[in-house]
């Protein structure tokens, strides 16, 4: 008999808050190939929010499936941007047939903590948000599940 290890413990969803470049960095890896349709994405003004609807490729879990020789999994997780004073896209249509992928999370620092928050998307599109400070959570709302193409993103199915 083998004693347990980390990986066989019960798996939580994971909630992560970023509040500065480099807290950024872990969560722009952990988002890295997220697919999300047009209109999955909310601007609220009023509240200052912005947020996207994600399909997270499990980057966390990638290690333990090969090892295991189990298929990879995505999950549907919550991308919620705090203190949002505008959004501009470029070649992004909020059509529920366009299906994006996020490439990258980046944060350029302007003047007294405030600046521009860029999510970069394959293709040509992108996202930016101009933020008063870096104030982003992820937040996985669904159980994991198989990934459509039970490949990790870069691999042909």
């Known amino acids: ?91 992004v249509s909020r059509d529920e047939d366009t299906v994006y992928s996020l490439m990258a999370v980046e944060f350029e620092a302007g003047e007294d903590g405030m600046g521009r928050l860029t999510l970069t998307l394959s293709g040509d599109g992108a996202i930016a948000l101009n933020v008063e400070a870096v104030n982003i959570s992820l937040k996985d709302v669904t159980r994991p599940y198989v990934a459509p193409s039970k490949q990790a993103p870069g691999h042909d199915a």
């Open 1 to 91: 008999m083998m004693d347990a290890s980390f990986e066989d413990g019960a798996e939580q969803p994971l909630r992560l808050m970023a509040a500065d470049a480099d807290d950024l960095k872990v969560m722009s890896a952990l988002t890295q190939d997220a697919v999300f349709p047009g209109n999955e994405m909310s601007f609220l003004k009023g509240e200052r929010r912005f947020a996207i609807l994600l399909n997270r490729f499990r980057w966390e879990d990638k290690t333990a499936a090969e090892r295991r020789g189990r298929n990879f999994e995505r999950v549907q997780s919550v991308l919620m941007v705090e203190d949002v004073l505008g959004v501009q896209t470029q070649g």
